[in-house]
């Protein structure tokens, strides 16, 4: 058994690894923690990195996959290379839930029974709420591929992101995702992080970074400490979580990140200046 697995094992590093698929999207949320918009660089992995990325985590002991942008099904290719990753490992796929024409609604039939999990974000059960951080007709949208989706047999979960969210409020979410069809143990609630275009909205929490789980985050220009690590401000990327700027082999960030976590020493390319 390799040293990671045992770590995955013992629970020391947490079983999922993140891959940025790519930053654009056709979105400008307020908040949006990589600035992402349709024009911004795409720092796109590719099909076949991602593919790698899968095959090396499962044979290192790693349990489980995520996969997030920018946008991610605006990649051609995505639905495909979901369906070939989840041979490997379960996987969540974080989309902002508007890309679903029909055309991607028949390839999706393909995640039907796979251990795969479609996470769509969807901040408020009020559209003027919800549309007026995520963009125009963004409600009306969601939910309509939410439904088709889970029509269609694949696993959805919703991901609602907000400053402050009384009971009220989150009463009248759960109501419409439990007639969505979605159950309570797929809906999370977390907090805007002030990173990316939240610190220029004047949103979000500080997060005392250190307290975010180390799972191993795979970028186009590097390997970060957490998901919540390759942020974007200014147009620049952040590397106050780069644990490594080497991601191939995996065995690689993956070593050094365990590293890091047992308090051991750093490689040479980390900056991992955690405030
Ligand atoms: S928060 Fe998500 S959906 Fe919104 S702009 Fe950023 S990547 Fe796109």
């Given at each position: 058994m390799s040293e990671i697995a045992e770590a995955v094992g013992d629970g020391v590093l947490p079983g999922r690894v993140w891959l940025y698929a790519n930053y654009h999207c056709n979105l400008t949320c307020t908040y949006c923690l990589t600035e992402s918009?349709?024009?911004?660089?795409?720092r796109e992995l590719g099909a076949q990195r991602m593919l790698e990325v899968a095959a090396q985590a499962r044979a290192l002991g790693f349990t489980s996959l995520g996969v997030t942008g920018?946008?991610?099904?605006?990649?051609?290719?995505l639905t495909e290379t979901i369906i070939e990753m989840a041979e490997m490992l379960p996987i969540v796929v974080l989309t902002n839930g508007t890309l679903f024409t029909r055309a991607r609604l028949e390839e999706a039939r393909g995640l039907t029974g796979a251990p795969v999990a479609i996470q769509i974000s969807l901040d408020s059960a009020d559209p003027v709420a919800n549309d007026t951080m995520r963009g125009p007709e963004n409600f009306r949208r969601v939910v309509a591929a939410i439904d088709a989706l889970v029509a269609r047999g694949v696993r959805v979960r919703i991901a609602t992101t907000a400053e402050h969210i009384d009971e009220h409020e989150l009463e009248r979410l759960c109501q419409l995702h439990r007639g969505l069809g979605v159950a309570d143990e797929d809906h999370i609630v977390r907090p805007i992080l002030r990173r990316g275009r939240a610190i220029d909205s004047g949103l979000g929490v500080d997060t005392d970074?250190?307290?975010?789980?180390?799972e191993l985050t795979i970028t186009a220009d590097g390997a970060y400490w957490s998901p919540f690590g390759p942020t974007v401000h200014g147009g620049r990327l952040d590397t106050d979580l780069l644990v490594s700027r080497t991601t191939s082999p995996l065995d690689k960030p993956a070593n050094i990140l365990l590293r890091l976590v047992q308090g051991r020493a750093r490689g040479d390319d980390a900056k991992l200046d955690i405030r």
């Open positions: 918009a349709p024009k911004v660089a795409k920018g946008e991610p099904f605006l990649l051609s290719y970074l250190i307290d975010l789980p180390p």
